[in-house]
């Protein structure tokens, strides 16, 4: 019989136990804050019609969506790309849906890109929105909501950049750039913070665009003055460009509201080099990088206004963000941030088997510690105990507890604190409120 070799596709990871109580410890954090924040759930099919898919993102996004058929299948089908197209197919669908609509959604999507450092083919996305608003509110509460997310889990030094589509279109209107070339203009200003000013010029002659126009661009991407006095300047300089004018008033209105929000200065700042690649954003985007360590954007979003309509006569304004969270898992861990109770496992207690004459006095207390809520592995073979102690320690399980013949006699349980490397005996009518209080004592547990 041939032995297959076990192997994963390119991009595609499994993610083990270690890694699974880690995911979930930060996809807890993520959701309690998106509830917080007034955002309700939603999961959508992981496989949408192509059609849905197809002409949303732009040309090079959509040469890595998966498309996907079964045999004999009629329907052209594609894994889901992200969560934002899927999300105005559902409100397009669903009219009766109250506006504005606040969803949140914590699940997988696809895309058959180069593998690299924080990127896969398969990942899980983090996305809040809000459906049927075009007031600047909206996106500000986006904003507070990347900036709680990300002090929550304890990064300190990351900065929330954010621009807005239409100061791009205005500005590129202002340096003579044909509409045509608009879209190859953006994905060229996107790469300034990557190759440098003077390789994004070189790359603009290469395209064609006149020097003055580079040099009238240029001029006003390059990094200078932040927030509210970079946008007074941009202001007068566009003054004849009203698109650019309404994007600079949406900006202005958003800063206003951040303080009151509790968005700290130093945490965000205007960017007009920050482009954001989809084709589908129309109005304010915004981005978050880390500092240290540079490992490109975890957070990435906007305000998308025309996507409703692409599968509707009825639009609605729509705005909201993702947070990525396979970036910020691997920014976590190789920054140590994780809380020192946030072990290797979400068992609390290992149940011993002393001999097997004892093995129902286990069981009930298993059962019992499991009925106090908590989280209870039983060792099911009667190993010398050095041996069933030494697998909690492989496994990180920090409790031990042991029924033996001098315990039952006594009507007590001895337990064992691994990390503490010390022991109690406790009686057993108190031994699951003794256990609580001692995982009470400490930072509150993984999520499950």
Request: aromatic share 8%; charged share 25%.
């Amino acid at each position: 019989m041939e032995v297959i070799q076990p192997r994963l596709p390119k991009g595609m990871r499994d993610i083990l136990p270690r890694q699974m109580v880690l995911r979930q410890y930060v996809l807890g954090i993520v959701e309690r804050t998106f509830a917080e924040f007034g955002f309700e759930p939603l999961i959508t099919p992981s496989v949408e019609l192509a059609e849905i898919l197809l002409g949303k993102y732009g040309a090079e996004a959509e040469k890595l969506i998966f498309m996907v058929q079964h045999r004999g299948g009629k329907e052209k089908l594609a894994l889901r790309y992200d969560l934002s197209v899927p999300l105005s197919r559902v409100v397009a669908q669903y009219p009766d849906l109250p506006k504005p609509f606040r969803r949140y959604q914590i699940a997988p999507v696809w895309r058959a890109e180069r593998p690299q450092k924080g990127r896969y083919r398969e990942f899980w996305q983090c996305d809040a929105d809000i459906v049927g608003s075009s007031s600047m509110l909206a996106d500000a509460e986006i904003i507070a909501l990347i900036y709680t997310v990300l002090q929550r889990l304890g990064f300190q030094q990351f900065v929330i950049r954010i621009n807005d589509r239409k100061i791009l279109s205005g500005i590129g209107q202002y340096s003579g750039v044909p509409e045509a070339q608009l879209p190859e203009l953006y994905r060229t200003i996107d790469k300034l913070d990557k190759i440098g000013i003077e390789a994004v010029r070189e790359e603009l002659q290469a395209s064609g665009l006149a020097g003055q126009m580079i040099d009238r661009l240029l001029a006003l991407l390059q990094p200078g003055k932040d927030g509210q006095a970079a946008l007074d300047d941009l202001r007068r300089e566009l003054m004849d460009y009203p698109l650019a004018q309404e994007g600079i008033a949406e900006l202005t209105e958003l800063l206003s509201y951040l303080p009151s929000l509790g968005v700290k200065d130093g945490f965000y700042r205007v960017d007009l080099a920050m482009v954001r690649g989809l084709d589908y954003y129309t109005g304010p985007i915004y981005e978050t990088v880390v500092e240290k360590p540079r490992i490109g954007s975890i957070t990435g979003g906007g305000r998308f206004d025309g996507l409703v309509g692409k599968f509707s006569v009825q639009s609605y304004p729509a705005t909201g963000t993702t947070i990525g969270i396979e970036r910020i898992l691997d920014v976590m861990e190789e920054l140590r941030m994780f809380p020192s109770d946030v072990g290797e496992t979400t068992v609390q207690v290992l149940v011993t088997v002393f001999n097997a004459d004892l093995m129902h006095e286990s069981l009930r207390l298993l059962t019992a510690l499991r009925s106090a809520g908590l989280r209870c592995e039983l060792y099911y073979d009667t190993d010398p105990l050095g041996t069933q102690i030494r697998y909690a320690l492989k496994k990180g399980i920090p409790f031990v507890a042991i029924v033996g013949p001098d315990e039952l006699a006594s009507a007590q349980v001895t337990l064992r604190n691994l990390p503490l490397k010390s022991q109690v005996q406790v009686a057993r009518s108190e031994v699951s409120e003794f256990l609580r209080r001692q995982f009470a004592s400490e930072a509150t547990p993984p999520p499950l």
